[in-house]
């Protein structure tokens, strides 16, 4: 071992070396194989093990045997170089929270309020939050800081704060009467501590109903050094459920049951895809504030590892490679994969209820398809004629209907839709399939990355989509 280089970063640089010639679709060199050295390597006497024990970033392989460092990409490197601070945390349709440092300290403010949500485009819901958002801005540290939280309550009724997972002094902890005061409408509480963990943890309300109405935000702490493997990206979503009753924009925090499910505050399809280049490693935190619902979330196309939770980093002989990952209700879960199969990709809760928009039993049958009620309200003898729809010969076979109705979207909501830079190329109507706790997690080669991510060109509906079906 050279002298001056740490045991760490030796085996930190072996590991990225080791996995870095076991990606099997490049050299060492990262040059693509010749048509001559694809085919013998096919008609070697071990071609049919090698080509299982090989791992390539840019394509689907295996990696084996299940205790190899690069099985299913497990400690394959993103395309980063280890001993670098940690890349920044991304939260769709989220912001962070600014700080200032006074006296050492770092100083966030933060503001109990109402907030009002577009879930859906054109659908505002009356909910509450911090400093105007549902869910609230991240909060992003580093492990070694001294933090400062000065939070305002701008609510009609008193609160705290609880600092979900972090080893604090207890009279920090935020629990009403047993550790502090409730904070008083329009008064002021602040709260200081120093972080030594790192992580995945989050903040909210510890007034029970106050939950339920959505007071929740991440709180990410970073090590001052990223851990090995390291990421490219390093993602975060917040999952949640209300209840809210038809033709009313306000959750009933009470009820029992929920048809209105968000991801970081919006449902899908207006939740934010997440954006990522073929090739690089991924990390996504997952963190579910639902009052009373778990949700097994699934990510298609890709086999992910389990990293870490609401407590911290696991022990990489600990990691489990999943694909659907059960996260209850308080928790959090981070997992981290090699984004090798290019295309748009659905990344979604699996209960079926989980999967739809305000949910709502019909009464009676679709009679007037389309037209809406105030053009025959004033004068009732013209109305328009009804629609025979039980007259289908669909509803012979039991059980007809079991798609969601009512689900279609108008120009001004397609316009929100498809405004958004993270969704140009998509198929046009990529947007039928993505529905309450779903969302898209796109993976494009290099070029077409910066086509929708950084240029300024004209990209038409499914485009970007054809592309990447065409190299395959």
Not at 113 to 139: A, H
Not at 164 to 178: C, I, K, S, Y
Not at 188 to 217: C, N, P, R
Not at 391 to 414: C, D, S
């Amino acid at each position: 071992m050279k002298k001056g280089l740490s045991r760490r970063r030796f085996l930190a640089t072996s590991t990225a070396a080791v996995a870095a010639g076991a990606l099997g679709g490049r050299d060492v060199q990262g040059q693509e194989p010749t048509a001559g050295s694809r085919q013998k390597q096919a008609n070697g006497p071990d071609s049919a093990q090698s080509s299982f024990s090989r791992y390539s970033r840019y394509h689907p392989s295996f990696g084996g045997p299940p205790e190899s460092d690069h099985y299913l990409g497990k400690l394959v490197p993103g395309l980063r170089q280890s001993g670098l601070p940690p890349v920044p945390f991304e939260a769709p349709d989220l912001g962070k929270i600014p700080w200032r440092m006074v006296g050492g300290v770092k100083e966030f403010e933060i503001r109990c309020t109402p907030v009002k949500r577009e879930f859906l485009p054109g659908q505002f819901m009356n909910v509450w939050g911090y400093n105007g958002s549902l869910p609230g801005p991240t909060i992003e540290a580093f492990q070694g800081d001294r933090v400062r939280f000065v939070v305002h309550n701008e609510l009609p009724e008193p609160t705290t704060v609880h600092w979900h997972g972090l080893e604090l002094p207890v009279q920090f902890d935020g629990v009403p009467g047993l550790t502090q005061d409730l904070i008083p409408p329009g008064e002021t509480y602040v709260y200081e501590y120093d972080l030594h963990q790192a992580g995945t943890f989050f903040y909210h309300s510890h007034v029970t109903m106050q939950e339920s109405f959505g007071m929740a935000g991440f709180f990410i702490i970073h090590p001052r050094i990223a851990y090995d493997p390291p990421v490219d990206r390093d993602f975060g979503l917040i999952f949640q459920n209300f209840f809210i009753f038809p033709n009313t924009a306000t959750p009933d925090s009470m009820a029992m049951d929920w048809n209105w499910h968000t991801i970081n505050g919006r449902s899908g399809p207006y939740t934010t895809p997440l954006v990522c280049k073929h090739g690089e490693r991924v990390r996504i935190r997952l963190m579910d504030f639902s009052p009373m619902q778990h949700h097994p979330i699934h990510l298609h196309g890709h086999t992910f590892w389990l990293t870490g939770t609401e407590a911290g980093r696991i022990p990489v002989s600990a990691w489990v490679p999943r694909n659907t990952t059960l996260t209850g209700v308080a928790m959090a879960q981070d997992f981290e994969f090699i984004a090798f199969n290019p295309g748009d990709w659905i990344f979604h809760c699996h209960m079926t209820h989980h999967m739809m928009n305000h949910m709502t039993q019909q009464v009676g049958p679709r009679i007037r398809k389309k037209v809406d009620v105030s053009r025959y309200l004033a004068d009732l003898p013209n109305r328009p004629p009804v629609e025979p729809s039980l007259a289908r010969p669909a509803f012979e076979v039991p059980g007809y209907p079991q798609k969601m109705q009512g689900m279609e979207m108008n120009a001004e909501a397609m316009r929100k839709l498809n405004g958004r830079r993270e969704t140009r190329g998509m198929r046009k109507q990529w947007h039928e399939g993505v529905k309450g706790l779903m969302t898209v997690l796109r993976v494009l080669p290099e070029d077409l990355y910066d086509r929708v991510m950084h240029s300024e060109e004209a990209i038409q509906p499914g485009e970007i989509f054809e592309a990447v079906a065409r190299r395959k």
